[in-house]
């Protein structure tokens, strides 16, 4: 598959392909592979996807609105399963060969082994960009200069930025409770919460994640309102 995107391109492919991956994942015990976290919002996505794919094919409900409303739906869910693949599941050791076939996944011959575990933090700073999104910027505690700053590339053998958050009425008392996560691979990277969050705290903590899926230390819980 080198050079091809394992993720079919038309409706009917995807469809397909989303399907097995996602029956292939629940039989193999997601959770063993994933945060649990991140294999519910896989489910909650695909729920929805399929959803609006049936009300797009069905001549009595097919019409622009509910076309684009299935096109939106796939894009979401796309965006979700290459993050959680590529965090968890690319370079996974306990992931076989015959397992990424099954799973309709590519093969990687690339030797990662060298690759070490991030050793240090991720600075965070959080701001209000406009209603119910907030931009993350992050770069590495090693890069001390507003220069450094600017030019930050992901480090190599890294897939991003890992941040895990949740929106609670009062301080968590560990990073345990902040139960949602995304994968930021670039700064700045915005976030973008459901109606009704505004003027909510959410909570964050975030840490760099390499390409076998292992994260470093994570920087202290901070938070920000929702705007």
Not at 51 to 72: C, G, H, I, Q, W
Not at 86 to 102: C, G, Q, W
């Amino acid at each position: 598959m080198a050079g091809k995107d394992y993720m079919p391109s038309t409706v009917e492919g995807f469809r397909s392909w989303s399907d097995n991956f996602m029956t292939k994942l629940t039989a193999i015990g997601a959770e063993d592979y994933m945060p649990p976290p991140t294999y519910h919002e896989l489910n909650r996505l695909q729920a929805d996807y399929t959803k609006k794919y049936d009300l797009s094919e069905v001549p009595e409900t097919r019409t622009p609105v509910t076309v684009r409303a299935r096109t939106n739906a796939q894009d979401l869910f796309k965006k979700a399963l290459r993050s959680a693949i590529k965090s968890f599941l690319t370079y996974n050791p306990k992931v076989t060969d015959e397992l990424k076939v099954a799973l309709g996944l590519p093969i990687h011959k690339t030797d990662r082994s060298s690759i070490d575990v991030p050793r240090t933090h991720v600075i965070l700073n959080v701001k209000a960009l406009d209603y119910l999104r907030l931009v993350l910027q992050f770069h590495d505690q090693e890069l001390t200069s507003l220069g450094d700053r600017k030019k930050w590339k992901r480090p190599y053998g890294y897939n991003g930025a890992y941040v895990v958050y949740a929106i609670l009425p009062s301080p968590p008392e560990s990073i345990a409770e902040l139960n949602l996560n995304i994968l930021a691979t670039r700064t700045p990277h915005i976030m973008e919460f459901e109606e009704g969050s505004s003027g909510k705290r959410v909570y964050f903590a975030i840490c760099w994640q390499n390409e076998k899926g292992q994260n470093g230390p994570f920087s202290p819980i901070q938070s920000a309102i929702i705007p």
